[in-house]
């Protein structure tokens, strides 16, 4: 290696790659079915019989709280004929009861009833469990594996001491937002990992930052950036994104976390959770500013990604040059891409 090398320059991936299906059915299994997937705050699931349901890229899964007090994974999906079991979102059950043909459940995951399924022949309820899905939980944070490659905290890299000092566990989970898009999902990502488009997408944004101090830089499992805010903005001035497709950004008081989730190669979407310090009505306001901050910001980032899926889908684009400065967590998003599609 010489001094003067020139630094590499790196290239935008295939625009074929963010429309092809058979590019998002192999995404399913590579990336989506053999990584830690954030679910939501764990507090969500203290009381026996509380559950949360999330799908994955689609596959819906869900945890709940057992009444033996341990927390067990699932796929939401029915032995007998594959129907959907519990609607997305949170709740607290008895058995879990198959809405298609009532199919019965226990917290276990063993099948305790197949009404007027009759006895010729009759049904072995041990050979139809749920299948089960892995639980891990981080400071908090409950994630889920279908087939996972790696540990979670080998798939959370150097996270963990990049937060050490952030008093994730004080906080509690007060809102929810599900927000959804047509673009693929690494479209939005792509545009998640950089602050380079700030000045052009969101204004507002870029008044109440010192952009010219951004910084971006990747690390092992995620990428960082950082802006001095100025007075009277929400956010703190940390913005994290974690491979493969979830986020968590810094508030006065509080963070959101989110994760980016494909239903089809032109449709994503975005689930918030919102976690502050001060749950008092005095800090209502000052949380609904940070709630509806965020939600305002990403609409925007969401016209943009739209507009530039459309481009990709009409073969309107042929790949341009990252930024070096700017565009580093761009690459190490695509980089893990590559590697993890064997590209
Ligand atoms: S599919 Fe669930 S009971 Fe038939
Ligand atoms: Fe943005």
């Known amino acids: 290696m010489t001094l003067d090398a020139p630094p590499v320059q790196y290239l935008n991936l295939d625009p074929g790659l963010y429309i092809r299906p058979e590019v998002f059915q192999q995404e399913r299994q590579a990336i989506f079915a053999r990584t830690w997937q954030f679910m939501g705050p764990v507090s969500a699931l203290a009381e026996a019989g509380q ?94 594996a279908l087939d996972p490659a790696t540990s979670l905290l080998e798939q959370l890299g150097d996270l963990p001491a990049e937060l050490a000092d952030e008093p994730m566990e004080t906080y509690t989970a007060t809102d929810q937002a599900t927000v959804t898009f047509d673009a693929n999902w690494k479209i939005y990502t792509d545009n998640f990992v950089e602050g380079y488009h700030i000045p052009g997408t969101h204004p507002s944004f870029y ?38 497709n979830w986020t968590l950004s810094l508030f006065d008081g509080g963070m959101n ?46 016209t943009v990604c739209v507009e530039t899926h459309r481009n990709y889908a009409a073969g309107a684009y042929s790949p341009g040059p990252l930024s070096g400065r700017h565009e580093k967590g761009v690459q190490y998003f695509q980089m893990r891409v590559a590697e993890a599609l064997g590209l």
């Not at 949360?52 to 939401?76: C, E, H, Q, S, Y």
């Not at 109440?208 to 802006?227: C, L, N, R, S």
């Not at 940070?290 to 925007?300: P, W």
Request: hydrophobic letters at 40%; glycine letters at 8%.
């Open 207 to 244: 008044a109440a930052i010192d952009f010219e101090a951004f910084q971006t830089t990747a690390h092992p499992g995620f990428v960082k950036m950082t802006a001095p805010p100025k007075d009277g903005l929400f956010y703190r001035g940390k913005w994290l994104w974690m491979w493969p």
């Open 51 to 144: 559950y949360m349901a999330i799908d994955i890229a689609g596959t819906p899964v869900f945890a709940i709280r057992a009444r033996d007090g341990a927390l067990r994974g699932f796929k939401n999906v029915c032995r007998h004929r594959g129907a959907k079991l519990l609607a997305d979102g949170s709740g607290k059950c008895g058995l879990i009861v198959c809405p298609y043909h009532k199919w019965s459940f226990a917290d276990t995951g063993r099948l305790v009833q197949a009404p007027w399924y009759g006895k010729d022949p009759a049904i072995i309820p041990e050979d139809w469990p749920l299948e089960e899905v892995h639980m891990a939980e981080w400071r908090g944070l409950l994630f889920a």
């Open 257 to 302: 976390v989110s994760r980016i989730n494909p239903t089809r190669p032109d449709h994503t979407d975005q689930h918030y959770h919102f976690f502050f310090a001060n749950t008092s009505d005095a800090a209502a306001e000052a949380r609904a500013k940070s709630v509806n901050g965020t939600l305002a910001v990403v609409k925007e980032d969401y």
